[in-house]
């Protein structure tokens, strides 16, 4: 059977992240500054008629203490910002993991809590997984 599954090429990757995985992976990119904010994840599903609903991750950074000017630099240098919309924060995180050709195909939320559902085109996959 391995024969014939090793002509077929796959059209897409999906992969089923748990929203507090994606917060520790958020607070590893932060390094340093995971200890001066606090991190909130959540998303939003925007419909748009007659096409599939947009899912958009929302990363709201909350200073803990009045941060200093050194503080405020440990932030930036990890590409998130406090200042900037969470919608922006999530983008930058999804697209430090996935990179850029990735879907955001469904949120749902379970008895574990919430989840995303990501889909990439396996072309894309397969150059970042074999460089």
């Given at each position: 059977?391995?024969?014939?599954?090793?002509?077929?090429?796959?059209?897409?990757?999906?992969?089923?992240?748990?929203?507090?995985?994606?917060?520790?992976?958020?607070?590893?990119?932060?390094?340093?500054?995971?200890?001066?904010?606090?991190?909130?994840?959540?998303?939003?599903?925007?419909?748009?008629?007659?096409?599939?609903?947009?899912?958009?991750?929302?990363?709201?950074?909350?200073?803990?203490?009045?941060?200093?000017?050194?503080?405020?630099?440990?932030?930036?240098?990890?590409?998130?910002?406090?200042?900037r919309e969470p919608f922006d924060n999530?983008?930058?995180?999804?697209?430090?993991?996935?990179?850029?050709?990735?879907?955001?195909?469904?949120?749902?939320?379970?008895?574990?809590?919430?989840?995303?559902?990501?889909?990439?085109?396996?072309?894309?996959?397969?150059?970042?997984?074999?460089?």
């Amino acid at each position: 059977m391995t024969d014939y599954l090793s002509r077929i090429e796959p059209e897409e990757v999906r992969f089923f992240m748990d929203v507090s995985e994606f917060k520790s992976i958020v607070l590893e990119m932060l390094g340093e500054a995971r200890h001066i904010v606090q991190v909130e994840v959540s998303y939003e599903i925007v419909e748009n008629p007659g096409t599939s609903p947009l899912i958009r991750p929302m990363i709201q950074l909350t200073e803990i203490s009045r941060l200093t000017e050194e503080d405020r630099h440990k932030v930036l240098q990890s590409g998130f910002s406090i200042d900037r919309e969470p919608f922006d924060n999530g983008d930058y995180a999804m697209e430090q993991i996935f990179g850029t050709e990735y879907t955001i195909a469904h949120a749902e939320e379970d008895d574990d809590g919430a989840f995303f559902t990501i889909e990439m085109p396996y072309r894309y996959y397969s150059a970042l997984a074999n460089p």
